[in-house]
């Protein structure tokens, strides 16, 4: 049993409820951002809050609590329960529909089992599910089309799916970001497709270029994918993982370096 913040009332994990006419549950109007936190430690706080205070702005839903504010609850909550290092999600949809006030959740979990050795990826054209993106970008709560992926996904026995477009071109997983590498430079599918910046995206782009190795926001066509010598996918829970399809692999040897120092990274936070 953990502790959330529910609308103003830190309420146990057993007990915690939304109401009914939420308009994030009846309607998915809401944002969220999920952070991870490493010996009680958040990783990347700033990019995230920056994230979904520019997503708030956009979808014109106004806030009673400044970005301290809101850190200073993730940290609370955090002090509140017994984990050293887990998963924050911060919720905020515009509220009750009768009310039209916002309202701010948090909930809090341990780190899921992360797989140790490169996970298995499959490729799907994401005009085959209902996929909402937005223009700017907005991490929204309507995952319908995401999920229904990640579910056709788990029947085939794949870690997570990777979308393309009617074009053929590459765009980004259900909920993870995914990079390639050839000939030692980096390629990861570009924003102006409509995708989400992850914030491990924007993290492992500051790290190539730390590091100096090349890297390229592009468009990257399908049948390409196996002239690769490497690929990874990102996400905040997850951090690095390396990945392959069938009838391709990989040693890894750049996307290793990549992963060390993103563990170094999140380590000294």
């Given at each position: 049993m953990h502790i959330y913040y529910i609308d103003g009332n830190w309420v146990s994990s057993d007990n915690a409820s939304v109401s009914f006419n939420d308009m994030g549950f009846l309607y998915g109007d809401g944002l969220f951002?999920?952070?991870?936190?490493?010996?009680?430690?958040?990783?990347?706080?700033?990019?995230?809050?920056?994230?979904?205070?520019?997503?708030?702005?956009?979808i014109n839903l106004k806030i009673d609590k400044?970005?301290?504010?809101?850190?200073?609850?993730?940290?609370?909550?955090?002090?509140?329960?017994?984990?050293?290092?887990?998963?924050?999600?911060?919720?905020?949809?515009?509220?009750?529909?009768?009310?039209?006030?916002?309202?701010?959740?948090?909930?809090?979990?341990?780190?899921?089992?992360?797989?140790?050795?490169?996970?298995?990826?499959i490729y799907l054209?994401?005009?085959?599910?209902?996929?909402?993106?937005?223009?700017?970008?907005?991490?929204?709560?309507?995952?319908?089309?995401?999920?229904?992926?990640?579910?056709?996904?788990?029947?085939?026995?794949?870690?997570?799916?990777?979308?393309?477009?009617?074009?053929n071109i590459i765009t980004e997983c259900a909920i993870r970001n995914i990079f390639y590498v050839k000939d030692n430079i980096i390629f990861t599918p570009s924003l102006d497709l409509g995708i989400l910046s992850g914030?491990?995206?924007?993290?492992?782009?500051?790290?190539?270029?730390?590091?100096?190795?090349?890297?390229?926001?592009?468009?990257?066509?399908l049948s390409d994918i196996n002239l690769m010598d490497e690929a990874f996918i990102t996400s905040t829970g997850i951090g690095l993982l390396e990945c392959f399809w069938d009838g391709w692999k990989s040693s890894f040897s750049i996307t290793k370096k990549i992963k060390k120092e993103l563990f170094n990274r999140i380590k000294r936070t």
């Open positions: 951002e999920t952070m991870r936190f490493d010996n009680k430690k958040v990783f990347a706080y700033n990019k995230h809050l920056d994230r979904i205070l520019r997503g708030l702005n956009i400044t970005k301290k504010e809101l850190f200073n609850l993730i940290i609370l909550t955090i002090k509140k329960n017994q984990i050293e290092s887990g998963i924050i999600r911060l919720m905020i949809t515009r509220g009750k529909i009768e009310e039209n006030i916002p309202a701010i959740y948090i909930s809090i979990k341990p780190f899921y089992s992360i797989p140790s050795s490169p996970v298995r990826v054209n994401e005009s085959k599910f209902p996929i909402i993106r937005f223009t700017p970008a907005i991490k929204s709560m309507n995952y319908l089309g995401n999920m229904l992926a990640k579910k056709e996904t788990k029947k085939l026995n794949a870690f997570e799916p990777v979308f393309y477009n009617n074009e914030v491990m995206r924007e993290t492992v782009i500051e790290i190539a270029k730390t590091l100096n190795i090349e890297i390229q926001e592009i468009h990257i066509n």
